[in-house]
């Protein structure tokens, strides 16, 4: 077996070749030489390898971090792409938003345009008919001044002739009264016992004359001064007991179904909520003098005496009028519920003379709640009457709540209003009688009248929501006026018709609150009319008043307020 040599040993000389001149240790040193000399050839063959190794390591690692390099710039240009597109498209659509909102500003200004042109000629037209209205108003305002200046030198000329008729009066009767002068003194004793005999009688005839008008007052107060204000007096309060007789089983029936009891519990406290929410938005506006009303325009005039708006609690009784309209219940007879008989069965008797109970009494509710409003608010501030007058003349007139969509079903209203005011419709009494005072309305709690304070307040309150009532304009409504003012007219002119002895502190007060708060409109509905009504309230009417009547505290206000309203108004009403 061949024994294998290290490629870097340098092979060992033989014996037999060693040169006998060589020493043993200049032979050891050669020797060390040629081993150090292979072992830095070998080291450097080591060094070699390992460099190599470590290039080859090297350029292993370099080329994996090349594919790495390789695959994530692969990936970073495919997100670019991708970026790129979605950029691209969102470039895209904004390009389109910008387009669409271009076109839609330009359609904007054009819709604007249109709108602001058709606006200049509204106001065009409204200014030409503003001034057309103007100067027919002026015209009429002219012709009425000619027609007074004609009725003033009328009434000059009508007065120089009687006094000229006057002056030659007195002149025959001085020739007269001359010329009997000598008979006189002749029959002067008998005369004195004469006239001593007629003043005796005359006192006599004045002391049964007080007698009998005491007893025509009292008689007043027991007894209707018109029997036929007395029956429909009557009639209304039939209906009002009808009334009562039907909430009863009405709600009787209603508590059997807990549905129905549920929504007609809603509607009754929606309706209270709703009406009780009204406010007086007109406010304290300032009062117009006559001269400065005959110079407004119809429409302004109107305008100025439209009522306030209370949208919302209309929206609301509204609705829940046309709910009870809409849920089943039992029907009534109408018939009941109206003081006269419609002109529709008059002329038709096959008319339905039904209606659903649930809306009669949603009305009943409705009218009960403004009632209670006018006793509790306006008999404090007069001026909270006025919504309540205005969303009743707003509801009653609809169709949908009406007899035969035509005949308005305001006597449900009415019938209540005869109970808490009847002198509103002709009803009279004394107040220093229990029967009296019931015929005027005077309330009871707990079986004893109110306090007179309080009965005045109530019938102040009563009498400003009568006249925001009837006082309403329906000249431009496509609804029927469910009560005219000529109901106010009859109203205040009845109670200046009453006689002396017949007026009671009652009276004086719902003449004043049919005033306070309506002068304005009364005015406008009847123009010089109501000047001479107003005027004749506020002197002949007072003035003639018994003497214990004058005494009473509404005298004063009654004064105080013509006072207020001449100043105002710039009328002479005093």
Known sequence: MTKLQSPYRLPRRSRASWNVQDSPSRQ?????????????????????????????????????????????????????LHQEAIRKDAEAELEAWRRKVAEEEAQRKRIEEERRRREEEEARRQAERQKREREEAERRAAEERAKAEAIRLEAEKKAKEEAEQKIKREAEQKAKAEAEEKARQERKASAQQEVAAKAKAKAESERQAAAKQKADAVQTSLSPSNPQKEAVH?????????????????????????????????????????VAQLVDLKGNSKALPIEELEKLTPAERRARAAPPSNAHALKDVRECLQLATTIPTTTIDIREFLASSPPELANNPSVATTAPALLIYALNIFSKSIIAQLA??????????????VIAAQ??????????????????????????????????????????????GWWKEMGKYIPSARHHDR??????????????????SRFRNPYPPHHFWETITWLLDLPPAAVQPTHLTILKGLIVQSVERFLVFYGEAAVAVLRRVFTSFLDRLPDAVRKESQVGLLRTLGESLARDFRVGVV
């Open 28 to 80: 050891l040193l050669t020797d060390l030489e040629s081993e150090l000399q292979r072992l830095k050839i070998h080291l450097a063959d080591v060094h070699k390898v390992h460099l190599h190794d470590r290039i080859t390591q090297q350029n292993g690692f370099d080329e994996r971090d090349a594919e790495v390099a390789k695959q994530q710039l692969a990936g970073l240009n495919r997100a670019y």
């Open 395 to 440: 509801i009653f007139p609809l169709p949908e709540f009406s007899f035969n969509q035509t005949t308005p079903l305001i006597d449900i209203l009415l019938a209540k209003y005869h109970i808490v005011c009847p002198p509103l419709f002709g009803i009279t009494g004394l107040e220093s009688s229990a029967q009296g005072r019931n015929r005027l």
């Open 376 to 389: 509790n608010e306006a008999s404090v501030s007069p001026a909270r009457a006025e919504p309540l007058g």
């Open 459 to 476: 019938m102040t309150g009563f009498a400003a929501g009568y006249a925001a009532l009837s006082l309403r304009n329906f000249s431009k």
């Open 234 to 274: 009557q009639r209304y309060i039939q209906i009002h007991q009808n009334l009562k007789k039907f909430r009863k089983p009405f709600w009787d029936q209603c508590k059997k179904d807990a549905n129905l009891k549920q929504q007609v519990g809603d509607i009754r406290r929606k309706i209270q909520k709703s």
